[in-house]
């Protein structure tokens, strides 16, 4: 029989911090329940059992299932911004400061791949567009978080396409992750570091040949015929 872990009461104007706190619990609750069953067989009546508590009071916290998700994802978000402020961070070359915020975020997952793996395999289920575009503004939130992070400073075309390349490095190093058995994760941090190399190499080969193009003087005169 599961250990019953009942959440305290809240009315208006309760402590955040608080309410940070039993919301942490609830996923945790959700994820335990996962693990024995599934995250698509476990239910939020599963949970509320689990901590000891009413739907109604589960609902005070979450509104819906997806809301566990969203949290369950909020908590690598804040690991990786941890990550972030660690000393000496800030003096890492920007090729290894985005390495170990991405990294920091697939280990804030690690200790429940196979849950993390079955709520992403659940949004890409037909008919669910309407946890698939928040989830695809949810991506967008997380890489945004790892630039400020890593400190990146890239404006207009520059950082737009610092961006595609990012969103797309970050997604495809996710599903590798989800897939990796290896200890530590060691092939994803390989698969990762490759792909970053590249998109640093592309980034100076674009940009720094841009940079290099000769412009005529200001006063240049127009060739006569």
Known sequence: MPKKDTLRDHGPGSDPGLLAEELHRIVDAAIAVAEEKSWEAMRLH?????????????RKHVREKEDLVDAWFDRADAAMLHEGETAGFAALPSRERLHRLIMAWLDALAPHREVTRQMIAGKFEPGHLHIQIPGLMRVSRTVQWVREA???????????????????????????????????????????ERRLQFAERLDHRVFRCKSRTPHPPADAQEPTT
Not at 46 to 58: H, K, Q, S
């Open 150 to 192: 890593a400190g990146r400073k890239a404006t207009f075309l520059r950082r737009a396409l610092e961006e595609t390349a990012l969103t797309t490095i970050y997604l495809a190093t996710f599903f590798y992750w989800m897939r990796d058995a290896s200890e530590g994760s060691a092939r994803t941090r390989r698969f990762l």
């Open 46 to 58: 599963d949970v509320a059992a689990r901590l000891g508590i009413t739907l109604d009071d589960l």
